[in-house]
């Protein structure tokens, strides 16, 4: 059994803020300018039927690469490109006005194959427009606003997904030296066309300090919000994830012909395992949510007893405890399939990823905001993985999340109401000067991040 483990420490979530912000509420993200580039980038990887697939490192997520580029640099913005190919934007600064920390924002750019326009999207814009604000209001912020778009969160095509998030957060030694793609094809190449190089990935790394904190503003990606009727939510954790690989092994045989008394079908004690699997949290409660969502099933034929199914199991909570139990759980289930079907169940491949919480100040922050705006708001996990999750190795983390209109995600339909969208962005601005500070109007100073044209 293989077993990865791509959770590390999560830093200190220690920040001095000012809850008493002081400042107007008309300073406000301009809304139009938002919503226009949500709808302009959801062009980009659109397919005949509205989906859109923009996989990471491909010829659309270039394109909507160049996209953000070129709407920060019309706005006076400095966009770069790191050697991971995460782009980071920020304002002009002023060399030799000293160093601070860096107060990052962002989320992703690249989708999976026919996905909806918000997830990932919405919070790298979001970010964009925040910093944006901040440069056009003259705020001398004591922590450096910079958005950034983390590079191939998904791991659609180069099957290493929070790729960016996790060079940027210095896990070099989980990432292969030579990444390949799901067909073999090297990183190399799409890596060096999208900005980035494969070679100085250390360029990439932010020093233990940079970073102030990270915010990602989100879609929900799930119903809760939606049916409260709560515009704003606050992440306190996000959920944990243990995916393992299961291999049943039966023997193959004729449909017609093998007695059902003789037969050590590997589907029929696959079906047992998924069943299994739902057990453990819809009947017995052990964790919040398991999920057998890929089947693979040799030979595959209509008139032959399979003789080996693959099968992954995803079980997710926000308490490490319950994981472990839950999957201790599920491998005595497999144990116990295995002798009643005659077959062998072995569990030959485990990823996992503990909880992760989010930084109490930073939940104190955004919470803070929503009360000045008269936005209600609700604590929730996030069911979902994010980059925020891996920048928490370097840096305190908050998210935000919107409704997600049917609680759909990855999906065409993926959809959020504009003043929604909207209400988040201005959370996200308010959240972001409380946490950064502000000072007498001076010109920006360098950050202590690698310098991204320097590759």
């Known amino acids: 059994m293989s077993s990865t483990v791509v959770q590390h420490g999560t830093a200190s979530p220690d920040l001095p803020l000012d809850l008493s912000l002081d400042l107007p509420l008309d300073l406000a993200v301009n809304t139009d300018r938002l919503i226009r580039r949500i709808e302009e980038l959801a062009w980009i990887g659109r397919g005949a039927t509205g989906g859109i697939t923009r996989e990471g490192f491909s010829a659309a997520d270039r394109q909507a690469r160049s996209y953000l580029m070129d709407q920060a640099a019309a706005a006076g913005l400095v966009p770069s490109v790191d050697a991971a190919g995460n782009i980071l934007i920020r304002r002009r600064r002023a060399p030799g006005a000293g160093h601070r920390k860096v107060l990052l924002m962002g989320s992703h750019l690249d ?11 919405y919070g790298v ?10 440069a056009e209001s003259g705020l001398d912020p004591r922590h450096e606003p910079v958005a950034v778009a983390f590079a191939n969160e998904e791991g659609a095509l180069f099957p290493q997904p929070f ?3 996790m060079v940027l957060a210095g896990r070099l030694a989980d990432l292969p030296l030579e990444p390949l793609d799901h067909h073999g094809r090297p990183l190399r190449e799409p890596l060096s066309l999208a900005g980035g190089d494969l070679g100085a990935l250390g360029s990439a790394v932010w ?13 929900e990606q799930g119903p809760v919000l939606e049916r409260s009727a709560t515009p704003i939510g606050i992440v306190d954790v996000i959920t944990g994830r243990a995916v393992l690989t299961v291999e049943v092994r039966g023997v193959a045989g004729h449909a017609g012909t093998t007695p059902m008394d003789g037969r050590r079908d590997a589907v029929a004690a696959a079906a047992r395992v998924a069943l299994a699997a739902e057990s453990i ?3 017995q409660g052990i964790c919040r949510v398991t999920t057998v969502g890929q089947l693979d099933v040799h030979p ?10 693959r099968l992954t199991a995803d079980l997710r909570d926000t308490d490490a405890a319950r994981m472990q139990h839950a999957e201790d759980a599920f491998r005595d289930a497999l144990r116990q399939i295995a002798e009643q079907t005659g077959t062998a169940i072995d569990v030959v491949a485990r990823t996992r990823s503990r909880p992760v919480p989010a930084a109490a ?6 919470e803070a905001s929503a009360q000045e705006l008269g936005l209600p708001h609700q604590v929730l ?11 928490a190795d370097i840096a305190p983390i908050g998210m935000i999340f919107v409704p997600s209109i049917g609680g759909l995600s990855h999906v065409p339909e993926e959809d959020t109401k504009p003043e929604d969208l909207a209400a988040g962005a201005q959370v996200l601005l308010r959240t972001a000067l409380r946490i950064a500070g502000t000072r007498a109007p001076r010109p920006c100073a360098p950050s202590q991040f690698p310098d991204p044209n320097r590759q």
Do not use: F, K, M
């Open 207 to 219: 020093p233990a300090g940079s970073v102030a904190a990270y915010l990602e503003l989100h879609v």
């Open 281 to 283: 949290s819809r009947e």
């Open 163 to 165: 790729w960016g998030s």
């Open 300 to 309: 595959n034929s209509p008139n032959t007893i399979a003789d080996c199914v």
């Open 361 to 366: 100040a930073l939940r104190t922050a955004i």
């Open 125 to 134: 814009l979001a970010a964009l427009e925040v910093v944006q604000v901040v």
């Open 381 to 391: 996990p996030s069911g979902a993985g994010h980059d925020a999750q891996v920048v």
């Open 111 to 121: 989708t999976v194959v026919q996905a909806g326009r918000l997830d990932g999207a």
